[in-house]
């Protein structure tokens, strides 16, 4: 199994393009998650799918859109990108409801963004 | 003020000691406690959780919770280099899961 998988690793974008950040969960998990983590804020939750179809906004949700067009698949969005979302992006499952606990989430290896 | 507040280090320690690694919560209403941990350029993986008050020992980490205090703990026994990482504490109630900033740990040789 490979878990949850995420593309591109790397990338630099200039402020206004956009760009589809992939994640994958080989795990038949029903939630994912995309965070990003920024020094001395931690982990942050941008959105959140607790299953095909649905989608709800988390802590930081401005500047981002997301697409759960299956269950094994999450992407997320940046319409026109900006500075301030320069950062390390994780996306993680979890085979439990957000509501339901305990909720291990498992997480895929990030993806290191540069705006410039 | 952060519901999770955790101390980001760095904190160096021989091979061998005791670490003690911690993090307070604010919300009363957080039921479980996790500890995660993150290697360089990685993604977190879950260490181990605990449920309400109480201590959960799994091989070399014993995880620790104080719920009058609102004070989570791990404590890692005999440290080996290979526990070089950040240790991010969470915790979580209904509808929230909330991560705290991470301890950068480096266990030296």
């Known amino acids: 199994n490979a878990g949850v998988t995420q593309t591109p690793k790397f990338q630099v974008l200039k402020t206004g393009q956009s760009m589809t950040l992939q994640c994958a969960q080989d795990?038949?998990?029903?939630?994912m998650y995309w965070y990003r983590q920024d020094p001395g804020m931690g982990l942050r939750l941008i959105y959140y799918?607790?299953?095909?179809?649905?989608?709800d906004k988390g802590e930081v949700p401005n500047g981002y859109n997301v697409s759960r067009l299956n269950k094994r698949e999450f992407s997320l969005r940046l319409e026109s990108a900006a500075p301030s979302q320069t950062s390390v992006y994780f996306c993680?499952?979890?085979?439990?409801?957000?509501?339901?606990?305990?909720?291990?989430?498992?997480f895929g290896p990030g993806t290191r963004l540069t705006v410039l | 003020q952060k519901e999770v507040e955790q101390d980001p280090g760095p904190l160096s320690v021989p091979e061998g000691a005791i670490v003690s690694l911690n993090c307070t919560y604010s919300?009363?209403?957080?039921?479980?406690f996790m500890w995660y941990r993150q290697y360089s350029r990685k993604g977190p993986e879950l260490l181990m959780y605990?449920?309400?008050?109480g201590n959960k020992e799994d091989g070399r980490f014993t995880a620790q919770v104080d719920k009058s205090s609102k004070y989570i703990s791990l404590f890692i026994r005999d440290s080996q280099p290979s526990d070089s990482a950040t240790y991010l504490c969470?915790?979580?109630?209904?509808?929230?899961?909330?991560f705290g900033t991470g301890t950068r740990l480096k266990v030296l040789a």
């Open positions: 993680a499952s979890s085979e439990r409801p957000r509501t339901v606990l305990p909720d291990t989430q498992y």
């Open positions: 795990m038949n998990h029903n939630s």
């Open positions: 799918s607790a299953s095909e179809g649905t989608t």
């Open positions: 919300n009363s209403a957080f039921q479980y």
């Open positions: 605990t449920y309400s008050s």
């Open positions: 969470a915790s979580s109630g209904t509808y929230k899961y909330i």
